[in-house]
C-alpha cells in the first residue's frame, strides 16, 4: 500500500474506525498524490514568477492560449476563468458558495460538522465516487422499489454490490420507515449498509414530511446502535422543488453527527437544481466528527477524481458561480419554482378529479419532476409503445404497472391534453385486449 493511503488510514482509524471499516478495498488504497505534477505545479503557480514550465496548458501574452471562434461565444468572461484546468476538489470560490448556499437552505446544518463541498462532473459521478470508495462486492445497497435505474448500474455492475429493496409506500401511502430499518437490520451479519434515500424520489416525485424524515433518521440510528456500519447516501437531484406540506431540508443535515457508525455523504449540484444539465456540476459532501476526518476523506475523493476525470470542466464551474454571486438569482430560481409547482398543482388537479380513477391510481406526489401512474388495466410498457406509435407521446414505463410522467417538461396549458391522451391509449389498449 503507498505510504500516502496508509497514513489516510491511520488518520481514519484514529479519528473513527468505523468510518475506515465502510471503505472498499479501493477506498483503502485511494490517496492524492501530493508529490506529482499537480502537487509540483500547485507550488510553481505560486512561487515561479519568471517562468513556470509545469502545468500542460499552453500560454499567449500571459493568458491561456485560446481560439477566437470559442472565446467569441464566451467573451464575458475572463480566459484565465474557462480554460485553465479546475482543480480536483473544484474551483475554490464554487465550493464556499456551494457550502453557503446549503447552510442557508438547511439550518439543520447549524452548528454540525461537515466538509467543503467537493466539485463533481454532476450527480452521476459522485455518486460513482461514492461507490468506489465504499462498496466492495458482497457489500448490501439499500434503496426502496421505487428508483433511479442507474443505482443498479454504479453500485452493482460496477462495484459488484447486492442490492437490496423495500418498497416505497406504507399500507398509508407515506414512507415506509419501517422497510428501511428491517432492510437495514438484516445486515446485521455483514456489519456494513449502504443506504441511499432520493427526495425529491426519482420515478415518484416524493419527499417525506417531518415525521417520516425523523422516522427515517430513527431507522438508521437503531442501525447503527445495532452495531451496523451505514454509509448514509442523501442524493438531493432535485432538492429545492418542494411544493407541499414535506421536508423542505435534506435529512444529511439530521444525519450529520447522529451516530459514530453513521457516514452522512450528500449527493447534490446545480444540474437540475438551477436547470443547467448539460453543465453537468455536482457536488460530494462529508459530515463527520473532526477535520481530520474530513480531510482524509476529501483527500481520498480527490485521489478517485484524478485516476478518473483528474478534474471537472471549468467553464461550467465558473458559470454556476456566477449565477449564485448575481444579485438576480434567487428571484429567477422563485419564478422557475411557480413554474414547476404550477404544472405539479395541475397534474395533482386532474388526477384527483376522478376522470381517470378506472385507468389509474397514482402514488402520492409532492415534488420534484415526475410522477407514476399505477396502471389498472393494462401493460405499463404496451401503454408506452402505443402512446409513442400512436399519439407521439412519450412516458416510462417501469415494470408492469408503472409509467413515469415527467410534468417537468409540459406547460401547464399542455397538462390536460397530454393526460387525455394517455387515457385514450388506455382505452385503445383495452379494447385491443377484447377483440384478441
Not at 409540459?410 to 394517455?422: F, G, M, Q, S
Not at 385514450?424 to 377484447?434: C, I, L, Y
Amino acid at each position: 500500500m503507498h505510504p500516502l493511503a496508509k497514513q489516510l488510514n491511520e488518520t481514519l482509524q484514529r479519528e473513527n474506525p468505523h468510518v475506515l471499516d465502510m471503505l472498499s478495498k479501493l477506498g483503502r488504497e485511494i490517496y492524492f498524490p501530493k508529490v506529482g505534477i499537480l502537487s509540483q505545479g500547485a507550488e510553481a503557480k505560486a512561487k515561479a514568477k519568471k517562468f513556470n514550465a509545469t502545468i500542460g496548458i499552453a500560454l499567449e501574452n500571459n493568458e491561456p492560449m485560446h481560439l477566437k471562434v470559442i472565446q467569441d461565444t464566451l467573451s464575458a468572461y475572463d480566459p484565465k476563468d474557462i480554460y485553465e484546468y479546475a482543480p480536483p476538489a473544484g474551483k475554490p470560490e464554487l465550493r464556499a458558495a456551494w457550502r453557503k448556499k446549503m447552510l442557508e437552505e438547511n439550518p439543520s446544518l447549524e452548528g454540525k460538522k461537515y466538509g467543503n463541498p467537493i466539485a463533481t462532473n454532476a450527480l452521476t459521478h459522485g455518486l460513482s465516487i461514492v461507490a468506489d470508495l465504499f462498496a466492495d462486492v458482497g457489500d448490501s445497497v439499500i434503496f426502496p422499489d421505487k428508483n433511479w435505474e442507474n443505482y443498479e448500474l454504479t453500485f452493482s455492475i460496477r462495484r459488484g454490490a447486492e442490492i437490496v429493496n423495500f418498497p416505497l409506500y406504507n399500507d398509508k401511502g407515506t414512507f415506509n420507515a419501517d422497510g428501511l430499518r428491517d432492510s437495514l437490520l438484516s445486515q446485521k451479519d455483514k456489519g456494513k449498509a449502504i443506504v441511499v434515500l432520493n427526495f425529491p424520489n426519482n420515478p415518484t416525485g416524493y419527499t417525506p414530511n417531518a415525521e417520516e424524515g425523523r422516522e427515517i433518521v430513527q431507522a438508521i440510528k437503531d442501525a447503527a446502535d445495532a452495531g451496523i456500519n451505514v454509509v448514509a447516501v442523501t442524493d438531493d437531484a432535485y432538492f429545492s422543488l418542494f411544493f407541499e406540506d414535506s421536508l423542505h431540508e435534506s435529512l444529511f443535515g439530521s444525519l450529520c453527527g447522529l451516530h459514530p457508525r453513521v457516514l452522512p455523504v450528500k449527493v447534490d449540484g446545480a444540474t437540475k437544481e438551477e436547470y443547467i444539465w448539460g453543465f453537468r456540476v455536482g457536488f460530494v459532501t462529508y459530515g463527520g466528527e473532526s477535520d481530520a476526518l474530513l480531510a482524509a476523506l476529501e483527500q481520498k475523493t480527490m485521489g478517485i477524481i484524478r485516476a478518473t476525470i483528474s478534474s471537472g470542466p471549468h467553464p461550467s464551474q465558473t458559470f454556476v458561480l456566477h449565477a449564485l454571486n448575481a444579485p438576480e438569482f434567487h428571484a429567477q430560481k422563485t419564478e422557475k419554482f411557480n413554474i414547476m409547482k404550477g404544472r405539479a398543482n395541475r397534474v395533482k388537479q386532474l388526477l384527483d378529479s376522478g376522470k381517470y380513477d378506472d385507468a389509474w391510481d397514482y402514488y402520492p406526489f409532492n415534488s420534484g419532476y415526475f410522477m407514476c401512474l399505477k396502471l389498472k388495466t393494462v401493460d405499463a410498457e404496451t401503454l408506452r409503445l402505443h402512446l409513442l406509435d400512436e399519439y407521439g407521446v412519450g412516458t416510462i414505463a417501469l415494470g408492469e404497472t408503472d409509467l413515469r410522467v415527467a410534468f417537468s417538461c409540459i406547460e401547464e396549458e399542455d397538462i390536460e391534453e397530454l393526460y387525455e391522451l394517455i387515457y385514450r391509449g388506455v382505452k385503445d389498449v383495452e379494447n385491443v385486449a377484447v377483440k384478441s
